[in-house]
Nanobody, 118 residues
Framework: QVQLQESGPGLVKPSQTLSLTCTVS??????????WSWIRQPPGKGLEWIGY???????GYSPSLKGRSSISRDTSKNQFTLQLSSVTPEDTAVYYC??????????WGKGTLVTVSS
């Protein structure tokens, strides 16, 4: 029943900010007990957890990306967003939004490929 959908530009230039939005349906990001997370997978590599936002707006980030990552939410639209600044080609990946509880993810978006290139 819960569905997540990523949206945003598929191409970002180096040094710019990557911005993605996750739209959630079938559940409220303000009333559930889950974390709302961003995860990415570079081509040929494994999944990398980026960070999360809770139903109350608290955030947590991977130490390796904390300095460049910002997750926020728009409760009126039932959306949460990712902003990743100062991107390089190494940030090219399929980006997923997901619902998470502890270390388990039960719902994923389909993912969206973001390419960082000049």
């Amino acid at each position: 029943q819960v569905q997540l959908q990523e949206s945003g530009p598929g191409l970002v230039k180096p040094s710019q900010t990557l911005s993605l939005t996750c739209t959630v349906s079938g559940g409220s990001i303000t009333t559930s007990s889950y974390y709302w997370s961003w995860i990415r997978q570079p081509p040929g590599k494994g999944l990398e957890w980026i960070g999360y936002i809770t139903t109350t707006g608290s955030t947590g980030y991977s130490p390796s990306l904390k300095g460049r990552s910002s997750i926020s939410r728009d409760t009126s639209k039932n959306q949460f967003t990712l902003q990743l600044s100062s991107v390089t080609p190494e940030d090219t990946a399929v980006y997923y939004c997901a619902r998470q509880r502890d270390y388990c993810v039960d719902y994923w978006g389909k993912g969206t490929l973001v390419t960082v290139s000049s």
